[in-house]
């Protein structure tokens, strides 16, 4: 069976998602549209399929069966409904939307709708991931006791110069946390299972004319009695590759981007000596540690190959859209217990309000 895609939103990671689309035998890049014309001709031209220069019309496409939105953050959430009305299969960009509100609505049409919807997270199908999943499942880092991660990145301020939805509340949805950090902050709701509590700081430290957080640093309660912390910024010279811990009574392991660095169990499993393999031959890419383009694109076509299976299957896709509303939920909560100064439990009955929303105007001189 073949699938046709359609890109929503011809920008920086349009090309990724273009890469990933013409890796997957069986499907193939049939259309693409972005609100400013001359990006949908040119990723058009490069790829060979056809721009649109209206939604609505690429939307009436029947050979395309799935769209992946790669529009700004807080600008996910028209172009999913409207394809998922279109009876259209839908991938959205990290993070799934910018609030709770607006992730439900994605969520919510596409249920109604009937077509799979999946937020794109594709570290979780890195085999660094995997293996750590496994290990949880089989229950071999005992009691877990921590689970922390590290997001010390650097984007210039030409980075957040560069575009006027970048460093808004309004489209960004927030700074470090909610555009860099979050892949790794869904990594640990994943890993660690539901967080119950967050305690948290964030500053704007060392950029300009943006409005949020540079900076941030939260503890966390997970259900399961372990504890954790998220340190992000986009403001850590030169940027360094993104680790995630895990720490138990019985097991740890250690992730560096996409490579584990530490594998050690109290008892021997049967895959240790082939992760331990796998150790010595890292992978060391960038993972946008300092630059956003310095990714690749294997995850993507992971993740695409899996919704399609679930397509083919009519199962959930790994990261449907309540996973990727986890991570929404969990930075918002950051955000606020750092507003606040107080402790913020989680789930969110909904929406915390943000006075720091009010900033947009005033930092990109609108
Ligand atoms: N998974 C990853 O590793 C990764 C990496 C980078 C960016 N992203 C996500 O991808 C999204 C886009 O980021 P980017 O860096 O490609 O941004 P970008 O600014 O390079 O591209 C966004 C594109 O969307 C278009 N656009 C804006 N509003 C639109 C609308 N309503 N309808 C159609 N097109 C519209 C713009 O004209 C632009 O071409 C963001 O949500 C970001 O968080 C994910």
């Known amino acids: 069976m073949g699938f046709g895609f359609g890109i929503i ?6 090309k990724f998602h273009a890469r990933a689309i013409a890796d997957i035998r069986g499907a193939k890049l049939v259309a ?10 040119r990723l058009a031209a490069e790829t060979g399929c056809r721009a649109y220069h209206k939604l609505d019309d690429m939307l009436a496409n029947p050979d395309v069966d799935v769209v992946t939105i790669g529009t700004p953050s807080g600008a996910h959430m028209e172009p999913a409904v409207a394809a998922a009305r279109a009876g259209k299969n839908v991938i959205v960009e990290k993070p799934l939307e910018i609030t709770l509100s607006r992730c439900d609505k994605i969520i919510e049409v596409c249920r109604q709708n009937k077509v799979k919807l999946s937020a794109i997270f594709p570290s979780r199908f890195h085999d660094s991931s995997q293996e750590i ?27 957040y110069d560069g575009g006027a939805w970048r460093g808004t509340w309004k489209l960004d949805g927030g700074g470090a946390l909610m555009n860099q950090a979050i892949h790794s902050v869904d990594l640990l709701a ?15 430290i060392a950029h300009e004319r943006i409005a949020v957080e540079d900076t941030a640093v939260a503890t966390i309660r997970y259900a399961n009695g372990a504890l954790g912390v998220i340190e992000a910024s986009t403001a850590a010279y ?4 993104k680790r995630i811990e895990i720490h138990g009574s019985a097991g ?14 109290a008892k021997r499993g049967r895959r240790d000596a082939s992760v331990h393999e796998k150790m010595q031959s890292r992978k060391s890419t960038g ?3 300092s630059d956003p383009a310095a990714i690749g694109h294997h995850g993507h076509t992971l993740q695409f190959r899996d919704v399609l299976d679930a397509i083919t299957k009519d199962r959930d896709p790994a990261v449907d859209g309540a996973e990727g509303r986890r991570s929404v939920e969990i930075i918002l909560a950051i955000y606020k217990a750092a507003e606040t100064g107080r402790s913020v439990e989680l789930p969110l009955a909904s929406d915390p309000t943000l006075k720091a929303r009010k900033l947009d105007k005033t930092a990109k001189g609108k």
């Open 238 to 241: 030169p940027g360094y590759l």
């Open 190 to 204: 994943w890993f660690m299972g539901p967080a119950v509590e967050i305690r948290a700081q964030t500053g704007l």
């Open 287 to 289: 993972g946008g540690a």
């Open 252 to 265: 740890s392991a250690v992730m560096e981007e996409e490579d584990l660095v530490k594998w050690d169990f």
């Open 32 to 41: 693409c549209f972005d609100s400013f014309p001359a990006a949908a001709d």
């Open 9 to 14: 939103g011809c920008g920086m990671i349009a």
């Open 133 to 159: 999943r496994r290990a949880l499942d089989e229950g071999r880092f005992g009691r877990l006791t921590m689970g922390d991660a590290y997001v010390k990145w650097f984007r210039p301020q030409t980075y």
